[in-house]
């Protein structure tokens, strides 16, 4: 699917990162919302960087908001000596056995919670686009681990074929509305998941609803079985 | 091993102090530096606000008052304070019986729990946050300090009012 999107453009980033009110309506937002803390106290992982108006947005609500910055962590540990082995390939890998162990070590580790937690939202935003599709495979497990029948997942996928080179800053100004900021000018090829790959990496996880917006963005509510 | 610097007058927190005489006593002893180059490892207890720009490893425990890591500062440790003000580094669970306000040049990993938490645009933050709307915010505070100490906690009072602190300018997030 090709959108005539502003995304593909560097300067829409250039001029959108500049911009005071960079939102946009979230059809998936309200929903999601709507499920929390209605009756207990809920837990819900941010896996992008934290953000002080979601902190103040979600202080509203009776929760645990859990921080996970997980682009930025794995950035920093592929710097770290020996980090460069999580990216690499079935086909370049000497033991594809031992490097999906190490994988899954890493993701471990980033995700360093207690077995007994259970997510009732988990917010990926747009980070599945950086992601290869073997660490997605990985980080979804990692999530299954921290699932139950009531969590669900909250993911946007580029349509276009240019994406900011890092992930962007993503916050909830309120319940209908997102804000995003593009954090770099440079740009690189957008990986496109598309919904059949992501069913099948996100194992565990159904598609509950999924919406593409004017932006070139689509959004993702999965949820867990 | 502690420099007191009561010639320097400590403004940068001053703001952030409700005006009300029901908050709880503060102390009349000034300002306590833990200065640049020095490392402490252990319990840290006292009774008048804290400056760590330093290092400290073990635990801060300051419970009625203010403690700030300054940019330069480098904590491992738990704080438990009235309020917490990070602009340096922080490794370690944040207690503040008032706030925590991570500044725009803080990093800190650990979990938070506080009545109020801010964090500027620009922070680092890997943990939990633990909250509570904020209608529930006494009632649920875990001190027990807190809910024996009328506070004046209004919208205004804990909200980082000063942009001027030494370390560098901030803006509210």
Redesign the interface.
């Known amino acids: 699917m090709e959108l005539s999107s502003p995304w593909t453009s560097d300067q829409f980033w250039r001029e959108s990162s500049a911009r005071d009110d960079g939102g946009y309506h979230s059809f998936a937002l309200p929903g999601l919302l709507q499920r929390l803390g209605e009756d207990r106290k809920s837990r819900i992982l941010d896996l992008g960087p934290a953000h002080g108006a979601t902190v103040e947005f979600f202080s509203q609500y009776s929760c645990k908001l859990y921080v996970a910055d997980l682009y930025r962590s794995l950035m920093a540990h592929l710097a770290e000596p020996g980090g460069d082995r999580l990216p690499a390939p079935p086909e370049e890998a000497e033991d594809e056995a031992q490097a999906a162990a190490e994988r899954a070590r890493v993701f471990n580790e980033l995700l360093p919670y207690d077995d007994d937690t259970r997510f009732d939202l988990i917010l990926a935003w747009d980070l599945l686009n950086y992601l290869e599709p073997e660490q997605i495979g990985v980080l979804g497990r990692r999530l299954a681990s921290f699932s139950y029948g009531g969590t669900r997942l909250f993911a946007m996928v580029a349509m276009h074929r240019e994406i900011p080179a890092r992930p962007c800053a993503f916050r909830i100004r309120d319940a209908e509305t997102l804000d995003y900021e593009a954090l770099t000018q440079r740009t690189r090829p957008a990986p496109r998941h598309t919904e059949p790959t992501l069913r099948r990496l996100l194992s565990g996880f159904d598609v509950a609803s999924t919406c593409v917006l004017r932006n070139g963005l689509q959004e993702y509510v999965f949820a867990f079985r | 091993m502690w420099k007191k610097n009561e010639a320097r007058p400590y403004t940068p927190l001053a703001p952030t102090q409700p005006t009300s005489v029901s908050q709880p006593e503060r102390s009349r002893s000034g300002l306590a530096t833990i200065g640049p180059s020095i490392t402490i490892k252990g319990e840290l207890t006292g009774q008048e606000d804290l400056e760590v720009q330093g290092k400290v490893e073990g635990s801060i425990t300051l419970k009625k008052h203010r403690v700030l890591v300054s940019e330069s500062g480098r904590v491992n440790a738990d704080i438990h304070a009235k309020s917490i003000r990070v602009g340096g580094e922080v490794k370690g669970n944040l207690l503040g019986e008032d706030e925590v306000i ?1 500044l725009h040049t803080g990093r800190v990993e650990g979990d938070i729990k506080a009545s ?6 620009g ?12 209608g ?1 915010q006494k009632e649920s505070s875990a001190s027990a300090e807190a809910s024996t100490t009328k506070k004046a906690q209004s919208p205004e009072n804990g909200r980082l009012t000063d942009t001027s602190l030494r370390h560098g300018s901030s803006s509210p ?1």
């Not at chain 2, 109020?116 to 645009?121: G, I, N, Q, Y």
């Not at chain 2, 922070?123 to 904020?134: L, N, Q, T, V």
């Open positions: 991570i109020r938490v801010t964090l500027e645009d922070s680092k933050f890997k943990g939990a946050i633990d909250m509570e709307p904020k529930d997030a």
